[in-house]
């Protein structure tokens, strides 16, 4: 198993510009998750996902948007991204919740 | 809604001492709690978890937590520190539906030789 996959792992965008983070999980798992890292901060659910075609927002979701057509894909989408949005960017996915796995990460800087 | 307190965000201890990384929560709710730990570059991974079954819980490299629900707590605590021990430590809260987990703003622990 490979488990949970984040593509790419680095970016750097221009303000305005958008893009797709793409995180796929081969564990089966119903449950994914995307979190955003910042220093100090530690982690903040962006969207979350029980299911496919299910989703829903978390504490930060301004400026992203997300789908879950499948149950292994659970892709970011940026619009328009700006400074606020550089970050380091996780993907989770969990069976029945209790135990997340998480993806290497991507780390994105806007400029 | 949940959400958990780390105090201390920097812990520096010195190889074999004990270590204690500190949380406590606040749920409306009986909540399920976890710890996480981050090495460099790497994502999240379980350390351990409560949900409601024994209240010390045990977790992997030698870790464990007790929850005490009089003090609204579930302190991480390694008798032995390690030098691989060095990382980041997060803890977590979720309620029972598991739908929403919350970090803490997690503690780096520092491993002096």
């Known amino acids: 198993n490979a488990g949970v996959t984040q593509t790419p792992k680095f970016r750097i965008l221009k303000i305005g510009q958008s893009m797709t983070l793409q995180c796929t999980q081969d564990?089966?798992?119903?449950?994914m998750y995307w979190y955003r890292q910042d220093p100090g901060m530690g982690l903040k659910l962006i969207y979350y996902?029980?299911?496919?075609?299910?989703?829903d927002k978390g504490e930060v979701p301004n400026g992203y948007n997300v789908s879950r057509s499948t149950t292994e894909d659970f892709p970011l989408r940026l619009e328009l991204a700006a400074p606020s949005q550089t970050s380091v960017y996780f993907c989770?996915?969990?069976?029945?919740?209790?135990?997340?796995?998480f993806g290497p990460g991507t780390r994105l800087t806007v400029l | 809604a949940q959400s958990v307190t780390q105090l201390g965000s920097h812990v520096s201890v010195s190889e074999g001492a004990l270590v204690l990384l500190r949380c406590n929560y606040s749920?409306?709710?009986?909540?399920?709690l976890f710890w996480y730990v981050q090495y460099p570059n790497q994502g999240l991974q379980l350390l351990l978890k409560?949900?409601?079954?024994?209240?010390l819980v045990k977790g992997i490299n030698g870790f464990e937590a007790e929850f005490k629900k009089s003090e609204t707590s579930f302190h991480l605590t390694k008798p032995s520190a390690h030098m691989s021990d060095a990382a980041e430590y997060f803890c977590?809260?979720?309620?029972?539906?598991?739908?929403?987990?919350?970090f803490g703003i997690g503690t780096k622990l520092q491993v002096i030789p």
């Open positions: 989770a996915s969990s069976l029945e919740g209790a135990n997340l796995f």
């Open positions: 564990m089966n798992h119903n449950y």
């Open positions: 996902s029980v299911g496919a075609g299910i989703t």
């Open positions: 749920s409306s709710v009986p909540p399920y």
């Open positions: 409560y949900t409601s079954a024994a209240t």
């Open positions: 977590a809260v979720s309620d029972r539906s598991y739908q929403k987990v919350t």
